[in-house]
């Protein structure tokens, strides 16, 4: 299935990890530890434990939604606005908005990170703007036309879904195995860029 089909079929337990993927992929962008997330990822084998993800989603978002740096990038604007956006009522409709947001904006964020893109990485603009995450044509060998960076998150996105879908809770430790594989490469990409700066 593409990615939009994935997330139109995934379950709570899948839309919850497919957001949370996509901004635990972005952390770096908010000066956020390989481990602020965890507490999250944890309570996704518990689904039903609503208090608990809204009170871990609560410190979070106490952790890391501090007001944006002056000169702050559209791609930090983006991770900011996806934790921003997080249900604090892990329902399957809240998610699902969600989860299809995140993939968007991470996406984008990707696309303006990417030195091989085509977005100059001062360029503005909205995610919210565009209809969803089938706004990225998917062929079978990433996004057509797509940069490097932007085809391999499109791959993640894809794999933890189907991860999910596939495997249920056993699914979460090779989800976020692969997230954190991204989470690597982006950290790279945005050292490199502050090197760049400097």
Excluded: F, K, Y
């Excluded at 379950?11 to 602020?36: F, K, M, Q, T, Y």
């Excluded at 604007?77 to 995140?102: I, Q």
């Excluded at 909205?126 to 089938?134: I, S, V």
């Amino acid at each position: 299935m593409s990615l939009v089909q994935l997330i139109a079929h995934a379950d709570e337990r899948g839309l919850a990890a497919s957001g949370l993927a996509c901004l635990d992929r972005c952390v770096p962008l908010l000066g956020g530890d390989d481990e602020i997330l965890r507490p999250l990822w944890t309570t996704l084998a518990h689904p039903a434990d609503a208090d608990a993800w809204a009170s871990r989603l609560a410190r979070v978002r106490g952790a890391l939604a501090g007001p944006g740096e002056p000169g702050e990038g559209e791609a930090a604007l983006l991770a900011r606005r996806m934790l921003a956006a997080a249900p604090s009522e892990p329902s399957a409709a809240g998610l699902r908005v969600w989860a299809d947001a995140c993939s968007l904006a991470a996406l984008r964020i990707h696309r303006l990170l990417d030195p091989a893109g085509e977005d100059a990485p001062g360029e503005t603009g909205d995610a919210g703007e565009t209809g969803g995450a089938g706004d990225a044509e998917e062929t079978s060998g990433g996004v057509r036309g797509g940069s490097p960076l932007v085809a391999a998150e499109l791959r993640r996105q894809t794999v933890v879904l189907e991860l999910l879908a596939e495997h249920g809770t056993g699914g979460l430790r090779r989800a976020h195995e692969v997230t954190t594989e991204g989470r690597r490469v982006l950290r790279a990409v945005v050292s490199r860029r502050a090197r760049g700066r400097g």
